[in-house]
């Protein structure tokens, strides 16, 4: 069975300060991919980033990196220089099953204070 | 513009009574998915579709439908709502040819009375 686990309910950052929200997945699938979603209170899911299970590089867009630990089955999300902006729920989500089911964690709740 | 849209954005009907909420995707995506949002459960995904005529269940199927006559249509039919389906619904679409982001839909409040 497919699983992603978000340990944190909730985190708070200080703006400008950077931030890690945590993620573990399991799954016995050797091709599979992990996806980090942004959900704003307006309720509109935002993808953030992608890591392939073979990407041998972390993934990173703009002030978004993806710590990559394939051994420790970990796909932690790393926000550097918090804004305001960023204060959202934040899902991590497995692709697997031949890229086709798509397992969502409970999420995180962020908070960045001024 | 690339996107997703989903009809209607907000439902409230009874108990019993047919529905579809209609999911359409402009990007010729091949990957199309239905997923519900609980308080405290995250996303779960109900169906999927890899392409035309090719859907699969999935975490949370039952008391749904959905076809994929079109690729850019993948409607989810309730044939008889029951008030444990009232959740906020979202459709989905991706390809593999850009890195599997997936696109989402604004989503669909549905209340069940």
């Known amino acids: 069975a497919q699983k992603i686990t978000q340990t944190q309910p909730g985190m708070f950052v200080q703006e400008k300060e950077a931030v890690t929200l945590d993620c573990t997945y399991d799954?016995?699938?050797?091709?599979?991919?992990l996806f980090w979603y942004k959900q704003p209170s307006s309720g509109e899911m935002i993808f953030l980033i992608y890591?392939?299970?073979?990407?041998?590089q972390n993934a990173t867009e703009g002030r978004y990196s993806l710590n990559f630990q394939k051994a420790r089955k970990s796909a932690n999300l790393v926000i550097s220089a918090s804004q305001l902006v960023d204060s959202a729920m934040y899902f991590c989500?497995?692709?697997?099953?031949?890229?086709?089911?798509?397992?969502f964690g409970i999420g995180t709740k962020l908070q960045v204070i001024p | 513009e690339a996107q997703v849209t989903q009809n209607p954005r907000y439902l409230i009907t009874v108990t019993g009574k047919k529905l579809t909420v209609t999911c359409s995707q402009n990007?010729?995506?091949?990957?199309m998915s239905w997923y519900r949002q609980d308080p405290g459960l995250g996303l779960r995904q109900i169906y999927y579709?890899?392409?035309?005529?090719?859907?699969d269940k999935g975490d949370v199927p039952e008391g749904y439908k959905v076809s994929r006559k079109e690729k850019r249509n993948f409607p989810l039919i309730l044939e008889s709502p029951s008030p444990n389906q009232t959740s906020l619904y979202f459709c989905?679409?991706?390809?593999?040819?850009?890195?599997?982001?997936?696109?989402f839909g604004p989503g669909t409040r549905l209340t069940v009375l």
């Open positions: 579709s890899m392409n035309v005529e090719v859907t």
């Open positions: 799954t016995s699938d050797q091709s599979y991919g």
């Open positions: 989905a679409s991706r390809t593999r040819r850009e890195g599997n982001e997936q696109f």
């Open positions: 989500a497995l692709l697997s099953g031949g890229y086709q089911k798509v397992t």
């Open positions: 890591q392939g299970s073979y990407d041998e």
């Open positions: 990007m010729n995506h091949e990957y």
